[in-house]
């Protein structure tokens, strides 16, 4: 759900800058068009200058030290332990880190784990759906199949289930140029979408199992209905560098923006 920002109506008008304007420089006829240029030109300026991508790696990575689990009850400290090292969690945080110093912007959250069951309505079997249940279809947004144990055929009523293993979590560090910020700017209140990619739509719209078991559902609706898809924002952080009040509309200003007029 992109929609124009101030900072576009000003990325315009210094696109737009003439001779009479004392702060014109030829640079400033290639500037970014937009937010997402912006962010593509931060990854430009990045990979085409090796002194600034050390810099901003060891920035990003040297205040992430080792972890330190201590609790009342032993075998607490050793799950969360487990989930630290599932997650992967200190090259995660260098991750972030990297995406916060490069784009200003950096959007996560955590995947819980699910597992999507398949129902048969005459026996009440419950299946659990996979890219090895060759016998259970996606089609238009519904699960059809024939139950092995009753032979009905028909559709099917899923249901999802929390699964409680660690070894499925993951966070999930969505890219920048996908996710629109929404804001308010009388109320301060955000709403973040994300504009799900065109690889992903036709996966889920074939009814690729990896993608069908595996996507939380309400990212399924959102294909289904041609939509972008609005984050939860219990289980959603966006960490942004400043924002400059209304000129980027939510959006956190990238470091690396001074060096495009050079």
Request: hydrophobic share 35%; with cysteine; charged share 20%.
């Amino acid at each position: 759900m992109a929609t124009p920002t101030p900072m576009d109506d000003l990325l315009v008008q210094l696109r737009r800058g003439g001779m009479s304007n004392p702060f014109y420089l030829l640079a400033n006829q290639f500037l970014p068009r937009n937010f997402n240029d912006v962010i593509r030109w931060s990854r430009f300026v990045l990979v085409n200058s090796p002194t600034l991508f050390e810099v901003v790696r060891k920035y990003s990575t040297y205040p992430v030290t080792s972890f330190i689990v201590k609790g009342k009850v032993k075998s607490h400290e050793e799950t969360w332990k487990k989930i630290i090292k599932k997650l992967k969690l200190k090259t995660t945080l260098e991750e972030i880190g990297f995406s916060y110093h490069t784009m200003g912007n950096c959007y996560f959250s955590i995947y819980f784990p699910l597992m999507r069951m398949c129902v048969c309505p005459s026996c009440t079997t419950e299946y659990n759906y996979s890219d090895s249940l060759h016998f259970i279809k996606f089609k238009n947004g519904k699960f059809e199949g024939v139950c092995p144990k009753c032979n009905y055929k028909g559709p099917l009523t899923r249901k999802d289930r929390k699964s409680l293993s660690i070894e499925d979590m993951s966070i999930v560090t969505w890219p920048v140029e996908n996710v629109s910020v929404h804001k308010n700017p009388i109320t301060g209140t955000t709403n973040y979408y994300y504009t799900i990619p065109n690889y992903v739509k036709r996966a889920i719209q074939s009814g690729d199992p990896l993608y069908i078991a595996t996507t939380p559902w309400s990212i399924i609706e959102a294909v289904i209905q041609g939509k972008d898809y609005l984050f939860d924002k219990n289980n959603f952080y966006h960490m942004k560098n400043l924002s400059f009040g209304d000129v980027l509309n939510g959006y956190g200003l990238p470091p690396l923006i001074s060096t495009y007029s050079f």
